[in-house]
């Protein structure tokens, strides 16, 4: 049972450079959400995926962040012009249908602005 | 809005005592759930248990059970025998249904640090 895979695991950059994370959910899954989780704080919900549409967003993303999931496999957050205050985990977590159903987690990609 | 409160910051437990960390939710919504997740040093969101509004038992998982209180809108978490590899961060979780129109998206408190001494 592969679960869910984000690459990659660091990312360390320059202030102001885009960066763009990836998230491999599990196969059957159709549900994808990203989170963004800072030190000592609980995760906070970013944006949703069923199969390829984009059904909700944060208010916390904003229009620097963009995120894809072009055939409703995997998913790519994007974030242009970075900035101190992106520094953070980023989470990716899928699910199938049925409001009992567990999201599972992947392991993240914590981002380090310089 | 909904609204998840982890008043403990930490806790500690000798091993192989029963433990509850608490978990207290507000929302409008008369469907909704509520999830436990682990996350160890290293970093990953291991879920843990799950516990639906119109869910008449407590949930059970192996040595984790939730003490599922509706009126009190509280939903704590009870891990017992603990162990050494049981020491991590517990956030608990809740998804509402929003009037229909959630996704499914979670609501998360701020985590407890649960340590456990040898």
């Known amino acids: 049972d592969t679960g869910v895979s984000q690459d990659p695991r660091h990312k360390i950059t320059k202030r102001g450079q885009n960066v763009t994370f990836r998230c491999d959910p599990i196969?059957?899954?159709?549900?994808l959400y990203w989170y963004r989780q800072t030190l000592g704080q609980g995760p906070e919900f970013l944006t949703y995926?069923?199969?390829?549409?984009?059904?909700?967003k944060s208010r916390l993303l904003s229009d620097r962040f963009s995120a894809e999931r072009p055939k409703g496999s995997f998913s790519t957050l994007e974030i242009q012009r970075t900035e101190q205050g992106d520094s953070a985990m980023y989470l990716c977590?899928?699910?199938?249908?049925?409001?009992?159903?567990?999201?599972?987690f992947g392991d993240g990609t914590r981002l380090s602005i310089l | 809005a909904q609204k998840i409160t982890q008043t403990q910051p930490g806790m500690f437990v000798q091993e192989k005592e029963a433990v509850t960390l608490d978990c207290t939710y507000d929302?409008?919504?008369?469907?909704?759930?509520l999830f436990w997740y682990k996350q160890p040093s290293s970093g990953e969101m291991i879920f843990l248990i799950y516990?639906?509004?119109?869910?008449?038992q407590n949930a059970t998982e192996g040595r984790y059970s939730l003490n599922f209180q509706k009126a009190r809108k509280s939903a704590n978490l009870v891990i017992s025998a603990s162990q050494l590899g049981d020491s991590a961060m517990y956030f608990c979780?809740?998804?509402?249904?929003?009037?229909?129109?959630?996704?499914?998206?979670?609501?998360f408190g701020q985590g407890t640090i649960l340590t456990v001494h040898p």
């Open positions: 977590a899928s699910s199938s249908g049925g409001s009992n159903q567990p999201q599972h």
């Open positions: 196969s059957e899954h159709n549900r």
């Open positions: 995926f069923q199969n390829e549409a984009q059904l909700e």
């Open positions: 929302t409008s919504d008369p469907s909704y759930g």
């Open positions: 516990q639906g509004s119109y869910d008449q």
């Open positions: 979780a809740m998804r509402d249904n929003a009037g229909g129109t959630s996704y499914g998206k979670l609501t």
